[in-house]
């Protein structure tokens, strides 16, 4: 019985220490597995339901349960529950998401297993919790030209999140262009200014997302407001 926390080594220390603080809470104990009867009867045998509960704040992939002693006389598909050199692979190694929002379930017909199906191992990804606006940063630099007598500053946007942020907004009051800047670049809403036009910021900074202005710097310098996180946990 054992986890496996996946951990790329590019992360930045600041993400990878919150990843273990998530971790450290997340584990096979976290998995709640519950067989209840249906009541109904298929092909003669008791059908039962499964539900299986991720109560961890981090998801959990690559699930196997134990599942010896399992029989199935109705057939079930592959992609649900699939016999592995462990035991029984679930959901074919996609997630069960974490606190208890969202069970996994499927609905057997059969015996159920010596062990009834107790997980054996999984793949904890807490990525979600540990990409925040904080993964966000943002420079303004001063090019050294001016443009129709303003100063030209870059402005170099990373996400040193795994995960893509997108619709990324960002603090621009008091900012001003005075040279006519693409709206799928900076386009003014409610909260601030939306970057890119709502498109992905990459993880890992190795993508940084750039453009130029020449004008006023607003008042909280880009300063990240809110964002969607996409993880493939």
Same mark, same amino acid.
């Given at each position: 019985?054992?986890? $496996?926390?996946?951990?790329?080594?590019?992360?930045?220390?600041?993400?990878?220490?919150?990843?273990? $603080?998530?971790?450290?809470?997340?584990?096979?104990?976290?998995?709640?597995?519950?067989?209840?009867?249906?009541?109904?009867?298929?092909?003669?045998?008791?059908?039962?339901?499964?539900?299986?509960?991720?109560?961890?704040?981090?998801?959990?992939?690559?699930?196997?349960?134990?599942?010896?002693?399992?029989?199935?006389?109705?057939? *079930?598909?592959?992609?649900?529950?699939?016999?592995?050199?462990?035991?029984?692979?679930?959901?074919?190694?996609?997630?069960?998401?974490?606190?208890?929002?969202?069970?996994?379930?499927?609905?057997?017909?059969?015996?159920?297993?010596?062990?009834?199906?107790?997980?054996?191992?999984?793949?904890?990804?807490?990525?979600?919790?540990?990409?925040?606006?904080?993964?966000?940063?943002?420079?303004?630099?001063?090019?050294?030209?001016?443009?129709?007598?303003?100063?030209?500053?870059?402005?170099?946007?990373?996400?040193?999140?795994?995960?893509?942020?997108?619709? *990324?907004?960002?603090?621009?009051?008091?900012?001003?262009?005075?040279?006519?800047?693409?709206?799928?670049?900076?386009?003014?809403?409610?909260?601030?200014?939306?970057?890119?036009?709502?498109?992905?910021?990459?993880?890992?900074?190795?993508?940084?997302?750039?453009?130029?202005?020449?004008?006023?710097?607003?008042?909280?310098?880009?300063?990240?407001?809110?964002?969607?996180?996409?993880?493939?946990?």
């Amino acid at each position: 019985m054992f986890n $496996r926390v996946f951990l790329p080594h590019q992360l930045p220390k600041s993400a990878i220490a919150c990843i273990y $603080r998530y971790a450290q809470y997340c584990n096979l104990f976290s998995i709640n597995v519950e067989t209840a009867k249906t009541g109904r009867f298929v092909k003669g045998y008791p059908e039962f339901e499964v539900v299986i509960n991720n109560t961890c704040r981090c998801t959990q992939s690559e699930l196997v349960l134990s599942c010896d002693g399992f029989t199935s006389y109705v057939p *079930l598909r592959l992609e649900v529950l699939r016999p592995v050199e462990e035991g029984c692979l679930v959901n074919d190694g996609k997630p069960v998401y974490g606190n208890g929002a969202d069970p996994f379930k499927f609905k057997i017909a059969g015996t159920l297993p010596t062990k009834n199906f107790a997980p054996v191992s999984s793949h904890i990804s807490c990525y979600a919790h540990c990409c925040n606006l904080f993964s966000i940063s943002v420079e303004t630099t001063k090019t050294g030209r001016v443009v129709k007598g303003y100063p030209e500053f870059e402005v170099v946007i990373n996400n040193t999140c795994r995960c893509s942020q997108s619709e *990324l907004v960002l603090s621009c009051d008091g900012f001003t262009s005075y040279v006519p800047l693409k709206l799928e670049v900076l386009r003014p809403v409610e909260e601030g200014c939306l970057v890119n036009d709502g498109k992905p910021i990459y993880g890992n900074g190795v993508d940084p997302f750039k453009f130029k202005i020449a004008g006023t710097l607003p008042n909280k310098n880009f300063a990240p407001v809110s964002s969607k996180i996409n993880c493939p946990c």
